[in-house]
């Protein structure tokens, strides 16, 4: 079993640190799909999947946005998931869980277990509730080649509330990210990453660069590039010579203008492709300036 930080180096190596995003906002999803139904959602984020294969090596489907479909939204999850893997591609399933140690499990099984419902290659992971309830990802993480990816300093605006708050002389989030060496460690791959990733927000690019001096084999998931303002430099900060995670974009590669004028699903393929071949190539170029 190649396990997960192998599968992400090799595959960044080949295609650069570009993720793509499948977040089905509401009110966005073209006519050409269906709209924004659990079948127009399914049929949508199939035709991103394909235009995605072979340009990059990660997507991130968005838990939430198929979820407010009810259980056809998470049907539609489950198949992107699906499809998405049978395709190749890695995928980060971003459900943002956080839950108790003995319900954690529950989560756990769901997006992490060989088989699970909504398998995914990794689940992102809240680490509020204590080292504890990270416990069931990491079994499952260290039993199967799996990834955890652990909020450490988050892309929004109100990351700084409580995550650059002073704890004993240090953000909180510099805190969280030290507690998380042992873990860190206990889930290193052969490739010389961990299974273990943070995420840095592409909005924090001096707190990338404090975090990556504290956690040095820490893969990191960074969002924030694109629609949220963040640059390709910015987001590429806490990335060493091109390794050790990736950037994820959704909004800007989604939803690209070209693609919301588009009057058929040929141009609709054809903006999209674009828009994801301009963010790869320039975050490529960023990530070894
Ligand atoms: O864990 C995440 O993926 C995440 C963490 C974070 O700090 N900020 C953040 O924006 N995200 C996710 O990354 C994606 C960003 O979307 P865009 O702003 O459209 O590129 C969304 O799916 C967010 O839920």
Redesign the pocket.
Known sequence: MTDFATRLTEGTRKFGPLCV?I?PHAGMIPDLFGGDTPEGIWKWSQAIIEAAAGKVAVV?P?ASLFERHGPEGMAALQAAAKAARAAGLIVLM?A?RGDIGTTAEGYAQAYLAPGAPFEGDAL?VNPYMGLDTLEPYAKQAKAHGKGV?V?VR???PG?ADFQSRIMGGAPLYVRVAEALTPLTERLMSPCGWSNLMM?I?ATAPEEARAVRALAPKALF?V??????GAAAEEACSGLVNGEGGVV?????VNFPKAAANAGDKASWRRAIEDAILQARDELRLAAVA
């Open positions: 995003g977040d991130k968005q971003d943002k992102t990816i909020l988050t892309s929004n990351a995420v927000g998931l969002p924030g590039y694109g629609a949220q994820s974009a959704s909004r800007s």
